[in-house]
Antibody, heavy 122, light 111 residues
């Protein structure tokens, strides 16, 4: 079964760029049929979808974060990545990667990684 | 942003039935978009519990069921067990926001 695992620095300074990678195992990103997503959860708050990428490289992002978000895919490593620029304390959150089936807009996210906490602080 | 509203908490004794509501609007649930439910234990990966309003993925016990009507959806847990203690979130798509939206989350406590 497909499993996802997030990795990256747990501490980022304000105004810098947050960079995370999601490694996919048990299946190939390049086999198609799915969107590869990033979702975050602020401490004590609900979940917020950030965006996703298709293995072809096409992306779709949350409108409110779009100007600061870059999502990329490396099919040779079976990984996809998130970069969030100009971070502030408001970007402190647990960041999850997840998979979603393509073809329907109101799709679920399954499976998810276990998440990684990123704290923005000097 | 959480545009789907859930009760902050629900509780029940072992064996009882609890329900969690998820209230949206005409641009998400009311527009006909599917609702999905997740079970989340902090520190672990959220788990898909119900997809497409009322369908259970393989391996999810039939004690969990989902329904949808109008601008709302519900998750029911029957035969409540201790390991059902978790946070539960609903999720849908919102055409006004062009965004995937999640509920505010509900903590289930087994008394």
């Amino acid at each position: 079964q497909v499993q996802l695992q997030e990795s990256g620095p747990g501490l980022v300074k304000p105004s810098q760029t947050l960079s995370l990678t999601c490694t996919v195992s048990g299946g190939s990103i390049s086999s198609g049929g799915y969107y590869w997503s990033w979702i975050r959860q602020h401490p004590g708050k609900g979940l917020e979808w950030i965006g996703y990428i298709h293995y072809s490289g096409s992306t779709y992002k949350n409108v409110s974060l779009k100007s600061r978000v870059t999502i990329s895919v490396d099919t040779s490593k079976n990984q996809f990545s998130l970069r969030l620029s100009s971070v502030t304390a408001a970007d402190t959150a647990v960041y999850y990667c997840a998979r979603a089936p393509e073809g329907i807009i109101d799709h679920p996210f399954d499976p998810w990684g276990q998440g990684t906490l990123v704290t923005v602080s000097s | 942003q959480s545009v789907l509203t859930q009760p902050p908490s629900v509780s029940g004794a072992p064996g009882q039935r609890v329900t969690i509501s998820c209230t949206g609007s005409s641009s998400n649930i009311g527009a006909g978009y599917d609702v999905h439910w997740y079970q989340h234990l902090p520190g672990t990966a959220p788990k898909l519990l119900i997809y497409g309003n009322s369908n259970r993925p393989s391996g999810v016990p039939d004690r969990f069921s989902g329904s949808k009507s109008g601008t709302s959806a519900s998750l029911a847990i029957t035969g409540l067990q201790a390991d059902d203690e978790a946070d539960y979130y609903c999720q849908s798509y919102d055409s006004s926001l062009s965004d995937y939206v999640f509920g505010t989350g509900t903590k289930v406590t087994v008394l």
